[in-house]
Every structure is written in structure tokens, then in C-alpha cells.
């Protein structure tokens, strides 16, 4: 049987929030699970803080921020002048459209969806998952409103039992 050499880094000091690996990295058990951030201590703990409050919640690491990624903001945004335009081209020349009444609707629930989603979340780190979620939280109040239940799901991809 051959010797295996132990590379664990050593903590740069007693109140380092990671633990040295043998396999050169720092880690942490988190919800029953080794996470490993790095060999460097630095890079390591800036990963650990950075990830730490999503890890803790049960929720996949998030991606780095990619400044060209398509923010719910900008999606819900771009959807409203679209529809604002519709809405315009009705008034303007009696053609088809939205009527003022529909628009105002979209409005209410753009604001809806930018303020549950959060308006910097980028739009492919969503999943069905996260519209079960918000439609969970919707139907645990002792208000439901019905038009926000109904606009929830049908976003959802996935029919909920």
C-alpha cells in the first residue's frame, strides 16, 4: 500500500471560517454536504462569502455575474413597451391592440414579477421551480389574489400539484 502524501493548506489563522482539505482545498459542511472553495485562502473565503447565504438556503451556488446576461428588469421592460406600443396603436388608429385597461394590467403584474423575482436575477438561472415557489408563497396568505395566482401560473412550465 502506498503513502499518501496529506496536502492540506494551512488556515492563515484560528478564525478562518474553512476547513483544510487533504485534497488541497479549503472546505465547509453545509445542510450535510462537503463544499469545496479553492486551494487559495484569499479566492477561498471570497467564494465562501460569496455563495455562503445561497449554500445555507438549500439553493444551487449562483452564477457569476455575467454583465450581458438579460436581467428580469430588462425582460419585464422590453415586454411593457411592447405592449405599450400595442396599447398606442390602438388608440392611434383604431387597429388591433391592447385597450388601456388590458395595459395598466400588465403593468401591475411587471411589477409584480420584477419585485418577487428580484429585478438584477438573471432570467436563465430561472426555472419552473422558481414560479412554484412564488406561487406557494402567494396561496399561504390569508388574501389570494386571484389575478396574480392565475398570471404565477401560468408562467409556471410545469403543472403543480
Same mark, same amino acid.
Given at each position: 500500500?502506498?503513502?499518501?502524501?496529506? *496536502? &492540506? =493548506?494551512? +488556515?492563515?489563522?484560528?478564525?478562518?471560517?474553512?476547513? =483544510?482539505?487533504? /485534497?488541497?482545498? $479549503? #472546505? +465547509? +459542511?453545509?445542510?450535510?454536504?462537503?463544499?469545496? $472553495?479553492?486551494?487559495?485562502?484569499?479566492?477561498?473565503?471570497?467564494?465562501?462569502? &460569496? @455563495?455562503? %447565504?445561497?449554500?445555507?438556503? !438549500?439553493? =444551487? &451556488? =449562483?452564477?457569476?455575474? %455575467?454583465?450581458?446576461?438579460?436581467?428580469?428588469?430588462?425582460?419585464? /421592460? *422590453?415586454?411593457?413597451?411592447? #405592449?405599450?406600443?400595442? *396599447?398606442?396603436?390602438?388608440?392611434?388608429?383604431?387597429?388591433?391592440?391592447?385597450?388601456?385597461?388590458?395595459?395598466? %394590467?400588465?403593468?401591475?403584474?411587471? @411589477?409584480?414579477?420584477?419585485?418577487?423575482? !428580484?429585478?438584477?436575477?438573471? @432570467?436563465?438561472?430561472?426555472?419552473?421551480?422558481?414560479?412554484? +415557489?412564488?406561487?406557494?408563497?402567494?396561496?399561504?396568505? %390569508?388574501?389570494?389574489?386571484?389575478?396574480? @395566482?392565475?398570471?404565477?401560473?401560468?408562467?409556471?412550465?410545469?403543472?403543480?400539484?
Amino acid at each position: 500500500m502506498a503513502a499518501t502524501t496529506d *496536502r &492540506r =493548506p494551512l +488556515k492563515p489563522n484560528a478564525d478562518f471560517p474553512l476547513t =483544510p482539505h487533504r /485534497n488541497g482545498q $479549503f #472546505c +465547509k +459542511k453545509i445542510r450535510g454536504k462537503i463544499e469545496y $472553495f479553492g486551494a487559495n485562502p484569499d479566492e477561498a473565503l471570497t467564494e465562501y462569502l &460569496r @455563495v455562503e %447565504d445561497h449554500l445555507q438556503a !438549500g439553493q =444551487p &451556488r =449562483p452564477a457569476f455575474e %455575467d454583465p450581458d446576461a438579460v436581467t428580469v428588469a430588462v425582460l419585464v /421592460n *422590453r415586454y411593457l413597451v411592447w #405592449c405599450r406600443n400595442r *396599447r398606442d396603436k390602438l388608440v392611434r388608429t383604431g387597429e388591433s391592440g391592447i385597450t388601456p385597461v388590458t395595459y395598466q %394590467d400588465y403593468l401591475d403584474v411587471g @411589477v409584480t414579477i420584477r419585485n418577487s423575482l !428580484g429585478e438584477t436575477t438573471s @432570467v436563465d438561472r430561472l426555472t419552473s421551480e422558481t414560479f412554484a +415557489k412564488r406561487a406557494t408563497m402567494i396561496f399561504t396568505h %390569508d388574501e389570494v389574489n386571484t389575478d396574480e @395566482v392565475n398570471t404565477i401560473m401560468s408562467l409556471t412550465p410545469t403543472r403543480m400539484a
